[in-house]
């Protein structure tokens, strides 16, 4: 009983309830109020049992929750929603929608447990909308929270953000640098990371064989070295050495017709050399059903695209659905992971 | 009567049939063929009635066509088309489809005619989609046709592509030059000289005052410093700069947020840091109404987004459309201009 049913084929994901300060608590009680979770996976919230009640308050629903102590104690066939509660904050003269440090720390923390649980029967982590400066303040110092999750999670080797909308997916070679040093850091390892990377994932999400698109860096690709030459030095070499390898990839494109082509149905995934380059594009195709993913860990992480939203912070406004994408692309990849 | 009639207030648009290997000829005749292009402007086409003739050919038309010796010599009032004929291609064993060295002579070669004539008459010049590399091999050593523009009115001072959709016009701080030396070239002139132009063009097209975005040169804006710091030390200061000088702009706003922006119609006007920055969200959002303008010069030049369109030409399947968005680019720029 305290085991999952080995017949319920449905992933165990634990849910993160977000910055306080946001709408992240909103939109989760918002979703766990739906069937669709249910009928998506075995979620379990993990964090402390007053935010979740602030997110039932915001969202004008009531939840039937039961705490456990941990996984393995989690009776999947009771009704409710499983809470492993930590108790680690205390929502009272929480100020909403600005900024917080504590509640940086207090995210910082909770998805660390959930990494801990990760390693036994925790498939994947999905978290509502949290606020990277808040991380920052909080005393975890990382660029974003991908990077995070790879020192958590002990990680060597390349990883990625990627990004999801339901026409195609993104993988970067390079994410949060500056531009001047982006450009330093598009190298044939780093290409080759990308590029392997997408491959895995997309074949993971059932796309056999993935059809990949790869960005160029310079305008035009360069127009035969006229305006720069990374794509005749570093970038086609790079991709010949894979396509010779079996790893099928189409580039270097022009990154002004890739997305185009992308949208058009051409591409089940996108590498791009730098952030803004596959960001302008995805954002502006779809935002609200973005979903970010953490690319090439062991552990499984997405979340929504949108953010903490902090201009209609506990007005009830706040649309779940963003962090549904986030759900579904996390039993996506650990599903067929498994299979 | 041999002078445009100081009742008749439409604009006199030079028309250029754009490279004969390409559907330019094609989507001239169907334009001239409509009765919008009469409606918009007093056009006179200037190139060799060869091509014009492929052009009808290619569309299925049929015109009515006037050769006239100059502009001074054209009755507006008399039916059909008036032509001014260049002799200066035979059309007889053209390949067609594929870049062509002499059709590039012949591009610019009638450019400069055209813009031997913006200076005695000729309002505008609107020119059909051409083929950059055959421009340079053709013998006219520029990167783009801007250049090549600013180079050939002996312009002084900034001058820069500008993109027009329906929803917001780009302009640019950069262009045509490899993504380093991009980086290298956002300093405060170029910045200011985009902004300043963004100003004057948005302002002639009757946007008053006219509301501009300013994009971010690194990803998240730099994130206040910590992924690059060209928005702090340089993008900010000149902002504030211009600003206190009554030119009013927004930013650096970061560019994944920026066209979303645009998008939803709170900027008429955005100014880029380099190409693909604004190519990738004006190609997105609106390649087929896409226009582009070269900014800042004397004369006005507009030229349809859309390119020679190899894989259909000959097939009388070529949309006009962008040519027309085109024409009315440049009425719109040189009527604001002359009220």
Redesign the interface.
């Given at each position: 009983m305290n085991q999952p049913s080995s017949t319920d084929r449905r992933p165990v994901v634990g849910l993160m309830l977000g910055d306080p300060t946001g709408v992240g608590p909103e939109v989760s009680a918002k979703l766990l109020a739906s069937p669709v979770a249910r009928e998506l996976a075995r979620v379990v919230v993990v964090g402390d049992a007053r935010v979740l009640d602030l997110g039932m308050a915001d969202a004008g629903v009531r939840l039937e929750v039961r705490k456990v102590k941990s996984l393995a104690h989690i009776d999947w066939s009771a009704p409710g929603i499983p809470l492993i509660d930590l108790g680690n904050f205390d929502t009272a003269g929480l100020e909403r929608g600005a900024t917080s440090a504590e509640c940086g720390r207090l995210v910082g923390e909770t998805l660390k447990k959930m990494i801990e649980m990760a390693g036994s029967g925790l498939d994947a982590i999905c978290f509502a909308p949290l606020n990277?400066?808040a991380i920052k303040k909080g005393g975890w110092d990382y660029?974003d929270e991908h990077q995070m999750f790879g020192d958590l999670t002990g990680h060597r080797g390349f990883f990625c953000e990627m990004n999801v909308i339901p026409e195609f997916c993104t993988f970067r070679v390079t994410?949060?640098?500056?531009?001047?040093?982006a450009?330093d850091l598009v190298q044939p390892e780093r290409i080759e990371g990308a590029v392997r990377l997408a491959h895995d994932m997309l074949t993971r999400m059932g796309k056999t064989p993935p059809r990949i698109g790869v960005a160029a860096?310079?305008?035009?690709g360069?127009?035969g070295g006229?305006?720069?030459?990374?794509e005749i030095t570093i970038i086609k070499p790079t991709l010949d050495r894979l396509n010779a390898a079996g790893i099928a990839c189409e580039g270097p494109v022009?990154?002004?017709?890739l997305?185009?082509k992308a949208?058009a149905g051409r591409y089940d995934g996108v590498v791009m050399m730098?952030?803004?380059?596959g960001?302008?594009?995805t954002?502006?195709?779809g935002?609200s059903k973005g979903v970010t993913v953490t690319a090439g860990l062991k552990a499984v992480f997405t979340t929504p695209a949108q953010g903490t939203a902090y201009d209609i912070v506990g007005q009830g406004k706040a649309n779940p659905s963003g962090l549904e994408h986030a759900l579904r692309a996390a039993v996506n990849l650990v599903g067929s992971r498994a299979s």
């Open positions: 990277k400066g660029l994410s949060h640098t500056s531009l001047r040093k450009v860096l310079n305008p035009h360069g127009e006229l305006f720069g030459d990374e022009p990154s002004d017709t997305f185009i949208l730098y952030h803004d380059q960001q302008i594009a954002k502006l195709i935002f």
